[in-house]
């Protein structure tokens, strides 16, 4: 009985998958700051063309560059493994799949937009790309990228982070990228921050800042920006991992699959696997389409959908994202940077046409997941991918109660051997699910019952 | 909310575990944008708020999360006013 599905590298998907091609409800375009729509050239300072097209492109399918492809025949295509020890474990009669995205040498998903990213901006003649990271994870995806090209890469990474992760960072070094503690005294965004707060953990909003101002300051033009997740072309170069799936699942003789799971943070790992069975749920496939959050700070799940503006004058209209409630209405503040956003706009819309159903799962089920996925398939699995593995057990047991012959395929979208803290807590039992009263989450949702709701476009169909 | 300065949660944005206390200063000594979104189920953060900063405070907190792009261009703009 075969355990894995490989692809060999001539069987290799060629070209990326586009799911704003066929999205039902056509992406609204986004806005700037004036409330107008952003046009290629606004972001021509951080960005090569080339990717800015992609970033527009509403083509379904983009050739892959042989390029590109020769770069990622390093280590993909991906292995795809039937999860036997966790079906047996669990006693249930699906069939679990998983996309092992671990086999990556940064042990993650990230480096399939990493390379592509750098091989076009070394096509467009740049040399020098620049960033910012949390725990390291893009920082180390991006630098390793960059070295199988012969770019320069640094990396502002957030102080706390740098101060606590110590090994990425060496990860990024070994690489040969530069790796910077943020904020820091390279740059004037930098600077000022130390002065006014020189003991400053930092944040991912200043680390941005640093890495934009530096690509923009460049007067040689030599130097551009990357971002990891939610954008539409990390989340186009993503694909290859659900196109890959695809072909492999044939070769393990599947002709179905029901149920389709991956953690979404800012989307792009469950975007990569997900898209191209969206596209087949589209055209009428029966498709359980699940991304996973943490109950801790759900965005997707228990947020009502609220329409707002930019700043008090409602000049710029925003697109709607999801958003928590508050307990009153916001008071009079003008529209600046630093502010993060949480989830592709991609991955809303699907959710908005009921094409995904999220799900939050609390954190020690998240672990419990991981330890049994660890002691059944051996991958100690990233913090983030354990939120998957916990709605494959979920959905695994429900096929059991049903007696469903279900096919679950999965994104194990890395390993956590850099991210063991957690796994340290929970074993000394130092991790705990909160849980508000439901009548004080009933007060805090009832306060925001009168903002303006958006105009939703949604077709209905699902 | 005794105890409270000693918890922590996974921090969506950075990728790591962090202490609350973190939460409470990340926008540059003031609290997370996603302060709220990530304890509002733990404890009553809100009052913990209200408590513990000056209104003008926590005026961040309430203005909208911005598209990505809108985020670029705006930081784009800034950049470019800081170095001439």
Same mark, same amino acid.
């Given at each position: 009985?075969?355990?894995?599905?490989?692809?060999?590298?001539?069987?290799?998907?060629?070209?990326?998958?586009?799911?704003?091609?066929?999205?039902?409800?056509?992406?609204?375009?986004?806005?700037?700051?004036?409330?107008?729509?952003?046009?290629?050239?606004?972001?021509?300072? &951080?960005?090569?063309?080339?990717?800015?097209?992609?970033?527009?492109?509403?083509?379904?399918?983009?050739?892959?560059?042989?390029?590109?492809?020769?770069?990622?025949?390093?280590?993909?295509?991906?292995?795809?493994?039937?999860?036997?020890?966790?079906?047996?474990?669990?006693?249930?009669?699906?069939?679990?799949?998983?996309?092992?995205?671990?086999?990556?040498?940064?042990?993650?998903?990230?480096?399939?937009?990493?390379?592509?990213?750098?091989?076009?901006?070394?096509?467009?003649?740049?040399?020098?790309?620049?960033?910012?990271?949390?725990?390291?994870?893009?920082?180390?995806?991006?630098?390793?990228?960059?070295?199988?090209?012969?770019?320069?890469?640094?990396?502002?990474?957030?102080?706390?982070?740098?101060?606590?992760?110590?090994?990425?960072?060496?990860?990024?070094?070994?690489?040969?990228?530069?790796?910077?503690?943020?904020?820091?005294?390279?740059?004037?965004?930098?600077?000022?921050?130390?002065?006014?707060?020189?003991?400053?953990?930092?944040?991912?909003?200043?680390?941005?800042?640093?890495?934009?101002?530096?690509?923009?300051?460049?007067?040689?033009?030599?130097?551009?920006?990357?971002?990891?997740?939610?954008?539409?072309?990390?989340?186009?170069?993503?694909?290859?991992?659900?196109?890959?799936?695809?072909?492999?699942?044939?070769?393990?003789?599947?002709?179905?699959?029901?149920?389709?799971?991956?953690?979404?943070?800012?989307?792009?790992?469950?975007?990569?696997?997900?898209?191209?069975?969206?596209?087949?749920?589209?055209?009428?496939?029966?498709?359980?389409?699940?991304?996973?959050?943490?109950?801790?700070?759900?965005?997707?799940?228990?947020?009502?959908?609220?329409?707002?503006?930019?700043?008090?004058?409602?000049?710029?209209?925003?697109?709607?994202?999801?958003?928590?409630?508050?307990?009153?209405?916001?008071?009079?503040?003008?529209?600046?940077?630093?502010?993060?956003?949480?989830?592709?706009?991609?991955?809303?819309?699907?959710?908005?046409?009921?094409?995904?159903?999220?799900?939050?799962?609390?954190?020690?089920?998240?672990?419990?997941?991981?330890?049994?996925?660890?002691?059944?398939?051996?991958?100690?699995?990233?913090?983030?991918?354990?939120?998957?593995?916990?709605?494959?057990?979920?959905?695994?047991?429900?096929?059991?109660?049903?007696?469903?012959?279900? &096919?679950?395929?999965?994104?194990?979208?890395?390993?956590?051997?850099?991210?063991?803290?957690?796994?340290?807590?929970?074993?000394?039992?130092?991790?705990?699910?909160?849980?508000?009263?439901?009548?004080?989450?009933?007060?805090?949702?009832?306060?925001?019952?009168?903002?303006?709701?958006?105009?939703?476009?949604?077709?209905?169909?699902? | 909310?005794?105890?409270?300065?000693?918890?922590?949660?996974?921090?969506?944005?950075?990728?790591?575990?962090?202490?609350?206390?973190?939460?409470?200063?990340?926008?540059?000594?003031?609290?997370?944008?996603?302060?709220?979104?990530?304890?509002?189920?733990?404890?009553?953060?809100?009052?913990?708020?209200?408590?513990?900063?000056?209104?003008?405070?926590?005026?961040?907190?309430?203005?909208?999360?911005?598209?990505?792009?809108?985020?670029?261009?705006?930081?784009?703009?800034?950049?470019?006013?800081?170095?001439?």
């Amino acid at each position: 009985m075969p355990t894995k599905a490989f692809l060999t590298e001539d069987e290799m998907p060629r070209q990326w998958y586009n799911l704003a091609a066929d999205l039902p409800s056509p992406m609204q375009p986004p806005l700037g700051p004036d409330g107008n729509p952003v046009s290629p050239d606004m972001l021509a300072p &951080v960005f090569p063309m080339n990717l800015i097209e992609q970033e527009v492109s509403r083509e379904r399918w983009i050739d892959i560059p042989e390029g590109i492809l020769e770069l990622l025949w390093r280590w993909r295509p991906s292995p795809l493994h039937r999860a036997y020890a966790l079906e047996k474990a669990l006693g249930t009669p699906a069939r679990i799949y998983y996309k092992n995205e671990s086999v990556s040498p940064p042990g993650s998903h990230k480096p399939n937009t990493a390379v592509a990213q750098a091989w076009y901006n070394k096509e467009f003649g740049i040399q020098n790309i620049v960033t910012e990271t949390g725990a390291g994870q893009w920082g180390s995806a991006l630098a390793f990228a960059c070295s199988l090209l012969g770019l320069h890469c640094k990396v502002y990474m957030v102080r706390i982070s740098f101060d606590q992760k110590p090994f990425r960072k060496i990860m990024m070094q070994t690489w040969g990228a530069t790796c910077i503690a943020s904020p820091s005294n390279q740059t004037h965004a930098g600077r000022d921050i130390l002065a006014k707060e020189p003991d400053t953990p930092g944040s991912l909003g200043i680390a941005i800042s640093e890495a934009v101002e530096e690509a923009v300051s460049d007067k040689s033009g030599k130097t551009r920006y990357a971002l990891g997740s939610v954008l539409n072309h990390v989340m186009l170069h993503q694909t290859i991992i659900g196109l890959e799936a695809k072909k492999q699942l044939q070769k393990m003789g599947e002709k179905k699959v029901n149920v389709i799971i991956g953690c979404a943070g800012g989307g792009s790992n469950f975007a990569g696997l997900s898209f191209p069975f969206v596209n087949d749920k589209i055209n009428g496939a029966d498709i359980d389409i699940i991304p996973v959050e943490p109950f801790s700070c759900p965005t997707m799940t228990k947020g009502p959908f609220i329409y707002d503006h930019g700043d008090t004058a409602k000049m710029t209209p925003l697109l709607p994202m999801h958003s928590l409630g508050h307990d009153f209405i916001p008071p009079p503040i003008h529209a600046g940077g630093l502010r993060y956003h949480g989830m592709a706009p991609l991955v809303s819309q699907g959710i908005i046409e009921g094409l995904l159903t999220p799900r939050a799962i609390h954190q020690l089920e998240c672990f419990a997941a991981a330890v049994q996925f660890a002691r059944t398939e051996g991958i100690i699995c990233a913090p983030e991918t354990s939120h998957a593995i916990a709605a494959v057990i979920q959905e695994a047991k429900k096929a059991k109660e049903e007696g469903k012959e279900k &096919v679950i395929l999965f994104n194990m979208s890395g390993h956590g051997l850099m991210d063991m803290m957690g796994y340290e807590s929970y074993f000394a039992g130092k991790l705990f699910d909160y849980e508000l009263p439901e009548h004080e989450m009933g007060d805090a949702l009832k306060a925001i019952e009168n903002l303006p709701k958006p105009k939703i476009a949604k077709t209905g169909k699902w | 909310m005794e105890g409270i300065n000693e918890r922590t949660t996974y921090c969506r944005k950075l990728g790591h575990y962090l202490a609350f206390t973190y939460c409470c200063r990340e926008a540059q000594g003031l609290p997370c944008k996603k302060i709220i979104d990530c304890w509002f189920e733990s404890f009553n953060i809100q009052k913990y708020l209200k408590d513990n900063f000056q209104a003008h405070e926590l005026a961040h907190l309430y203005a909208p999360p911005h598209a990505k792009m809108t985020t670029l261009v705006d930081l784009i703009k800034q950049a470019r006013e800081r170095i001439t």
